[in-house]
Structure formats: structure tokens, C-alpha cells
Nanobody, 123 residues
């Protein structure tokens, strides 16, 4: 059974940093691209960042480009999202997901999803 578990969320002041972790099990991590997504209540979930299986390709939403960095360690079955210079508009529930097709992650097409970790940025 596949498991995707996010951690590292919390409350931070504007300009601060957080590092989200996503640990996985129950599937062959190397076979999957990974993505981070976020959602605010009442709004659609949006793709934040994605990374392909060997870290050769990454993509970021325009709103986080230059501030967020996605990375992965295939030996640890883990993906991270380093978030710097956080702003109040980054406040959301952040989700990690695994998908077999890198390009489809942009459209929220993933095979396994975590339960999310809350990030709150105060002004």
C-alpha cells in the first residue's frame, strides 16, 4: 500500500523559510515524478513545483519561481520543498503527490497523494 506523508509545515513570519518533507513508501519511488501542490479553502488546488525521477527536470509556478526549490533523494524515497522569503499569499495546505508522468503533474494528475501539511505565513 502506498503512503505519502508530508511534514514540516507551520507558522512563519513573512520573509521566513520553511522546508517541507515528503516521505514515501509502498511504491517504487524511482518510477515516479513528484510534485508539490497547495490549496486554500474555497480555491482550486494549484501546482507549485514538480521534479522528474532523476532530478533532471524541475518546474515551478511563476508565483514561487526563485523562492522555492524542489529536490529529491531516491535513496531515501523523499522529496523536499525548500521555501524561502515566504509571503502571506503562500499560506495554504501543501500536498505532495507522486505521478508516473512528469508533465501530467501540472494538471494535478497523480497516482498517490498525501494528506497535506499546513503552512501559514503571517504579515
Amino acid at each position: 500500500q502506498a503512503h505519502v506523508v508530508e511534514s514540516g509545515g507551520g507558522l512563519v513570519q513573512a520573509g521566513g523559510s520553511l522546508r517541507l518533507s515528503c516521505t514515501t513508501s509502498g511504491f517504487i519511488f524511482l518510477d515516479y515524478s513528484m510534485g508539490w501542490f497547495r490549496q486554500v479553502p474555497g480555491r482550486e488546488r494549484e501546482a507549485v513545483a514538480r521534479i522528474n525521477w532523476n532530478s533532471a527536470y524541475t518546474h515551478y509556478a511563476n508565483s514561487v519561481e526563485g523562492r522555492f526549490t524542489i529536490s529529491r533523494d531516491n535513496a531515501k524515497n523523499t522529496v523536499w520543498l525548500q521555501m524561502n522569503n515566504l509571503q502571506p499569499e503562500d499560506t495554504a495546505m501543501y500536498y505532495c503527490a507522486a505521478g508516473q508522468h512528469y508533465w501530467e503533474l501540472q494538471n494535478m494528475k497523480a497516482d498517490y497523494w498525501g494528506q497535506g501539511t499546513q503552512v501559514t505565513v503571517s504579515s
